[in-house]
């Protein structure tokens, strides 16, 4: 059996070779491309943060959210997700307070850079997706972009999170 950390070696490149490489492979080298992207230019701009803290500050909707519910749509621990918002508050990118009926909620919202990396970010992915659609050309794109959608079967919560249709 294929380990999903088994590097690729003469495989690359090579279709024969490929098709011995099991689809989980397949994702991790195409997600390891993509973070690589994200993190390309990220020195100059936001040397500090990894690809998880612009997925959370993504996920951060502008009216702001609770601790809890932003660790459940992350798919973290509360604390795990609290020390992710402790991190990115220190640096400047989110501010959290405490609820006034509550003070036991968190209520997280970006800060003005928090919204410059979420743009920084979406923009990393724009670039790769649009090398995607040029590498497969659109109608493929289009195809691997609908089976990703199908894999993951409803996105509904997630859609709804994000304030999307």
């Known amino acids: 059996m294929t380990s999903v950390n088994a590097p690729l070696g003469d495989a ?10 099991h689809i989980a492979g397949l994702l991790g080298v195409a997600l390891n491309r993509l973070r690589a992207e994200i993190l390309a230019d990220s020195e100059r701009g936001f040397p500090e ?4 803290h612009f997925r959370l500050l993504e996920l951060i909707p502008d009216s702001g959210a609770r601790i809890t519910d ?3 749509i992350a798919g973290m ?3 795990g997700l609290g020390q992710h918002i402790d991190y990115l508050q220190e640096r400047g990118y989110a501010d959290s307070e405490r609820v006034a009926g509550d003070r036991r909620v968190r209520l997280v ?3 003005a850079l928090g919204d410059q990396a979420v743009e920084f970010s979406r923009a990393a992915i724009d670039r790769v997706e649009q090398e995607w659609r ?3 050309g659109a109608d493929r794109f289009e195809l691997l972009r609908e089976a990703l959608v199908e894999v993951c079967g409803p ?11």
């Open 12 to 21: 690359v490149g090579h279709a024969e070779g490929l098709r011995g490489l």
């Open 49 to 52: 943060l990894r690809v998880s």
């Open 70 to 72: 932003l660790a459940e």
């Open 77 to 79: 621990t509360k604390q």
């Open 109 to 111: 919202r970006r800060t």
């Open 134 to 136: 040029e590498r497969l």
């Open 155 to 165: 996105l509904d919560d997630e859609l709804e999170w994000l304030g999307r249709p």
